[in-house]
Structures are given as C-alpha cells and as structure tokens.
C-alpha cells in the first residue's frame, strides 16, 4: 500500500522536471508574460515578460501522478483524495482566469475583486459540503464537523458553522501562498516542505488508525481520519510535483507559478489540514505563509490607524529586500524559518500522540 506514495511522488517529480520546460516554450511563444509593479524592488523590473501561469504544470502532474500510483498500484482513490484535487484543481481555475485576464486581456488586476472571491467561495463552498458527505464503515465522512489541531478536539460546531470555518481557512491558506509567491521559488519551496509534512502525517495516522484498533498497543490514542494513506498520496504527489518545478522556479527564474499555482497550493494546503484534522496544527506548518500574511495585515492596519507604515513594503519579504538582502538571501532564510516550522509543527503532533500513550 505505501507503494502509492512513492509512485506519486516519483511520478510528480518527473513530469515536472520534464513537462514544465514545455510549458515555459508554449507560454514563450504565446507571449503571456508575468506583469511586475512598477512600486516593487527595482530589481524585480527585469523580470517582466517571465512566463506566468507555470502552476498548470504541477496542478496537471499532481493529478497524473495521484491516478497514476492508483492504476499502478491497483487501488481505487478515495472521496477524501478525490475532494482536496478537486479544490486544489477548482482554486487553480479562478487564478488561472485571474492570470489569463491580466496577461491576455491586458487588464493588470485581473479578475474584478467581486469575481474572484465569488470563484473562491464557489469553489470552497462546494468542497465543504461535499467533505460532509461519503461516510465510510465507521461513519466517517472526510472532514469532521469538530475543530482540530493534532486530531479532532471539543463539541461539532454543526455543519452551517463548519462551512464557514472552511471558507476561512481555504481564503487564507490560498491568499498566504498567494502573497507568499513574490520571490523566486520562495512559495515553491515553502510548500513543498509542508507537503513533506503531509506525507509523513498520512503515513502515521493510517498506521495509527482506529479502524486498526485491534493491533494498536494503546487503542485510545488512534486516529479517526476517514482516508489517511490516501491523503498521504495526495501530499507525496503535490511534494514530488512542486519539488520538479522549483528547478524551473528557482532564481533566476524560468516561469512563475501564477495566481494559478498560488490559489491551487494554498487550497490543497487547506484540503489536507481539513480532512486529516490538523487544521489549526496547519497554521505552525504553513507558518511562513503566516508570518508573510500577517505583516500585511500589520502594515495595512498601521497605515489606516497611524498613516504610519511599519514594513517599508509588505508582504515581508520585500521588506528585506529594500534593506539590502539580495533575493537569493531573503529566499534561502525564509525556507530557513519554514523548515523550522515543519520541524516544531511535527514535533507537535507526534507529542500529542505520545501524550495519549
């Protein structure tokens, strides 16, 4: 069974590698460059006319390789898998229109703001609900109507009150990687180091799951998670496919992923925190997306109240930027903070399983 994971990682990894120089051509010749601020680091300008939209590739190698492990493997996929590519796919689709307006119709902010975020609630609404449903032999659907952290933990807030907890974390997950996505391979690699996370978490909860109780040695300390190895597989599919990409990604970059791979990440992000039950546990791993979304909180906030900014431009990594720090550094530090992150976050969950030992 673990072989899935492998082969969905393998496979992720080398249609990306390969597929995503193909993509940089067609784009190319299509002219649909990457729109750079005129108010951004003054280096940043040289990268105008980058081909965009680039997280097509790992959107359609994470797919493939996910179906692909399942006909090599044998194995059927399962709603929960079936739901987070689904709103990772759904999410990429309102960036991608985002993208495709702003490069092909020459209109710079893309979709109008009402459009956009009528797209998101679409889509988030409709995983929401559906992650309510399909209930396996124990009763377990995919998502689960209680708040977690390292599992499930107090009363159901109901399924109206769930929904909207959804939409919250799928916004600001997708939105994170969104503002995250601003140096080159920054959110690339960020992600793929908390899809590592994921795979690792999958892996343990199905080897940890109730639905084994019989040969746990503390049957207390189980996980109800509807589809663990499978989200496992999703996870190892979406490491493999964005760790291909980062080599096109990588500075100085060869294609950027969009609103298109940005909204795609932070919505698998969401999908997986939701239906292993780590969604507050998600914010630690994800924490540099966090961190990045809260300093423009921070510097909006500061300006509206004070007229006072407190960044010299948000999100943070332009802050450094202007201060001196050549792109490369800025990068390679935040994956620093990133990895720490992963690691504490982990450390979390493995403790809040050994604390029920």
């Known amino acids: 069974m673990m072989k899935q994971i492998l082969f969905a990682g393998v496979i992720g990894l080398f249609l990306t590698l390969i597929g995503t120089p193909l993509l940089i051509k067609f784009l190319a010749r299509k002219g649909y460059g990457q729109y750079i601020r005129d108010d951004g680091p003054r280096e940043h300008h040289a990268k105008r006319g980058t081909p965009t939209m680039g997280g097509i590739a790992f959107i359609l190698a994470t797919i493939i390789a996910y179906f692909a492990s399942k006909v090599i493997t044998g194995y059927a996929p399962t709603f929960s898998g079936l739901l987070v590519l689904g709103l990772m796919a759904g999410m990429g689709l309102v960036g991608f229109l985002d993208d495709y307006i702003k490069i092909v119709k020459r209109r710079s902010l893309g979709l109008r703001a009402k459009a956009k975020m009528a797209g998101q609630l679409i889509v988030g609404i409709g995983f929401a609900v559906l992650s309510l449903q399909f209930a396996d032999a124990r009763n377990n659907t995919p998502a689960s109507t209680k708040l977690s952290f390292v599992q499930d933990f107090g009363w159901s807030i109901g399924p109206v009150l769930f929904v909207i907890w959804a939409l919250f974390m799928i916004l600001a997950m997708s939105n994170g990687v969104n503002l995250t996505d601003g140096l080159d391979g920054l959110a690339t690699g960020a992600a793929t ?165």
């Open 193 to 357: 180091m908390v899809f590592g996370a994921y795979t690792f978490i999958g892996v343990w909860q199905f080897q940890e799951s109730c639905a084994n109780a019989q040969t746990l040695t503390n049957p207390s300390a189980c996980y109800e998670v509807r589809d663990p190895l499978d989200l496992a597989v999703v996870a190892s599919a979406l490491m493999g496919a964005c760790f291909g990409f980062l080599w096109w990604n990588t500075s100085p970059a060869k294609i950027f992923m969009g609103d298109t791979g940005s909204l795609a990440l932070g919505g698998a992000l969401a999908g997986l925190a939701i239906c292993s039950r780590t969604e507050i546990l998600v914010a630690l791993l994800g924490g540099l997306f966090v961190l990045i979304t809260m300093s423009v909180v921070i510097q909006v906030g500061s300006f509206k109240l004070t007229g006072k900014r407190v960044f010299r431009m948000a999100p943070l990594q332009h802050h450094f930027e202007l201060k001196g720090w050549s792109e490369v550094l800025v990068v390679v530090r935040f994956w620093i903070i990133q990895g720490m992150c992963v690691i504490v976050g982990l450390g979390l969950f493995y403790a809040g399983w050994a604390a029920d030992k």
